[in-house]
């Protein structure tokens, strides 16, 4: 149980930090579709090891959201491609590819971040990554472990 809630801890600090931002490009260098309201509010993370670690979205226009998190601003927009709901999330000129998920209550708020073993950050441009993730839709391991948030 301990070794979990530790692995758990790990996990939340790396994705949530978004420290992976390793790509040189979005996914697609437009947003696909229009911001999703559902999105928009501060999420506090389930894990009570980091609850004082919110994530707040705002609208900045009809298709993209700033976040900000740890004092760290970053701008995403909607990548979808594959059938899967992805953003491209940007700091300081790189990006970080994540799927996201809102319950249909709107209360639960699902990140998770592109497993960088399956979708490489050295791909030359953003038609590789959209085929390695079209070739890579149904791989268990395209994304890694989800972190949970809660609406505040």
């Not at 490009?25 to 999420?43: E, K, M, Q, S």
């Not at 950050?121 to 809660?150: H, Q």
Request: net charge neutral; hydrophobic share 40%; with cysteine.
């Amino acid at each position: 149980m301990l070794m979990r809630k530790l692995l758990m801890s790990l996990s939340i600090l790396c994705v949530l930090a978004l420290a992976g931002c390793d790509y040189d490009f979005p996914i697609t260098a437009n947003p696909t579709r229009r911001v999703d309201r559902r999105l928009l509010g501060t999420w506090t993370p389930l894990d009570e090891a980091h609850r004082d670690e919110t994530l707040s979205v705002v609208q900045i226009d009809g298709f993209h959201y700033a976040a900000l998190f740890r004092g760290e601003l970053y701008l995403v927009h909607h990548s979808d491609v594959a059938g899967l709901p992805l953003l491209s999330v940007r700091t300081s000129g790189k990006y970080a590819y994540f799927a996201a998920r809102v319950s249909d209550d709107g209360k639960r708020l699902t990140l998770m971040d592109i497993n960088k073993s399956v979708i490489p950050p050295g791909a030359p441009d953003a038609r590789d990554v959209v085929k390695l993730i079209e070739l890579n839709r149904c791989n268990p391991y395209l994304f890694n472990d989800p972190l949970e948030y809660a609406r505040d």
